[in-house]
């Protein structure tokens, strides 16, 4: 029987990427100041976060929130132990994101056909050629890999994904040395049955894939697949600070699950992040008086279980 909870001391920890630099900031329509972007990662690095999906090295014409990503990196104050990834879409992207030291470079490709058209303007066969393309440049420098599967559990155009795309996509990331595969639920579309059988499914065939889950929580149950992922042994997860983010295709609709509330669910559980989970959550009480408006995450607003309420002034309500 899985176990929602640790196996033994040695499996206590989970890799927390915070993806809100990116992810979070790239679905706001105005321009986030460089210094607010890296200032933000390097309190989230004093706060013990280890792993970062700190910028994009895209088109700055295709996406100008991203134009930014060599400067972001140089004001990034680098720690070791601390893994900045960018997203290269291809080898010109490469070769900046080279030039700008990141640790980790990470290739994205829709499972469905139709949404990576519509997000990338590509086929999947043309966005996996782009992937061997820009590999060697990766290897080159001796920067890793990582592979991402965007839509792996449901695509808001096809509905469900094929298995076989989502194999054919892993094993060709595999095969140009991208040991890391992130499986992203770009639409919260993944439930824990769907995320069962594709985690399944992947070790089945790659056992040698090391999974991350980046889940969205679109229809709220983002930190439910999060416990059917720690049951399935994954201890990867990408979140935003905040919850920011958004879903393209249901406006209004939530994003990225909130990095503070995933934290303080992992550590309730028993696990280690080596996180501060109080100097998180200051860091996201920043990003919401920053963004002027209430953000999702939860953790923030309430803080821990055991935090005592003072009865006085408290008015009388039942229910
Ligand atoms: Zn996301």
């Known amino acids: 029987m899985p176990s929602f909870y640790p196996a033994s001391s040695e499996d206590r920890f989970v890799l927390v990427t915070e993806v809100g630099a990116?992810?979070?900031?790239?679905?706001?329509?105005?321009?986030?100041?460089?210094?607010?972007?890296?200032?933000?990662?390097?309190?989230?690095?004093?706060?013990?976060?280890?792993?970062?999906?700190?910028?994009?090295?895209?088109?700055?014409?295709?996406?100008?929130?991203?134009?930014?990503?060599?400067?972001?990196?140089?004001?990034?104050?680098?720690?070791?132990?601390?893994?900045?990834?960018?997203?290269?879409?291809?080898?010109?992207?490469?070769?900046?994101?080279?030039?700008?030291?990141?640790?980790?470079?990470?290739?994205?490709?829709?499972?469905?056909?139709?949404?990576?058209?519509?997000?990338?303007?590509?086929?999947?066969?043309?966005?996996?050629?782009?992937?061997?393309?820009?590999?060697?440049?990766?290897?080159?420098?001796g920067i890793p890999l990582r592979g991402a599967v965007a839509t792996a559990f449901g695509c808001p155009f096809e509905g469900e994904v094929s298995l076989d795309n989502i194999l054919k996509i892993v094993g060709t990331y595999l095969q140009h040395g991208a040991r890391h595969i992130t499986l992203g639920d770009t639409t919260g579309m993944a439930t824990p049955p769907v995320v069962t059988r594709t985690v399944e499914a992947i070790r089945a065939r790659y056992p040698e894939a090391i999974i991350s889950l980046h889940f969205h929580n679109t229809r709220g149950i983002g930190l439910a697949n999060v416990m059917n992922g720690l049951a399935l042994g994954v201890r990867e997860y990408e979140s935003s600070f905040g919850g920011l983010g958004g879903c393209p295709f249901a406006p209004g609709a939530t994003g990225n699950i909130c990095t503070e509330d995933l934290v303080y669910l992992l550590h309730e559980c028993g696990y280690e992040t080596g996180i501060d989970l109080d100097a998180l959550a200051g860091v996201a009480r920043e990003v919401q008086a920053f963004m002027g408006r209430d953000l999702p995450g939860q953790f923030m607003k309430s803080g821990p279980r055991l935090k005592l309420t003072s009865l006085e002034g408290v008015r009388r309500a039942v229910g």
């Open 22 to 141: 990116r992810d979070g900031f790239q679905s706001e329509a105005k321009f986030i100041p460089t210094e607010v972007k890296a200032g933000l990662i390097n309190s989230l690095i004093a706060a013990g976060v280890r792993s970062f999906e700190a910028t994009s090295f895209v088109s700055p014409r295709a996406v100008p929130q991203m134009a930014d990503a060599s400067e972001v990196m140089a004001l990034i104050e680098r720690k070791p132990g601390v893994r900045l990834t960018a997203l290269v879409p291809n080898a010109r992207g490469a070769e900046r994101a080279a030039a700008a030291k990141v640790d980790m470079m990470a290739c994205f490709v829709s499972a469905s056909e139709t949404h990576c058209q519509a997000n990338l303007n590509k086929s999947i066969d043309g966005a996996l050629a782009d992937f061997a393309e820009f590999a060697p440049i990766a290897h080159k420098y």
